[in-house]
């Protein structure tokens, strides 16, 4: 399963190539902001016998 610290090394990699390492550290607060919200859907995993939310 893919950890906070995972999904936030990934975004920061991202955010050097594309933007260069002092705006990526610039995004960083976003960066782990992003990776945690990740990181806790990753986490849940419904119950089979959950119905899906956009069956309510």
Request: charged share 30%; no cysteine; hydrophobic share 50%.
């Amino acid at each position: 399963m893919m950890t906070k610290e995972k999904f936030a090394e990934i975004l920061s990699e991202l955010a050097v190539r594309r933007f260069g390492e002092e705006r990526a550290k610039v995004l960083n607060p976003a960066i782990q902001e992003i990776a945690q919200s990740l990181a806790s859907i990753a986490e849940h995993i419904p119950e089979l016998e959950e119905e899906p939310a956009f069956f309510l």
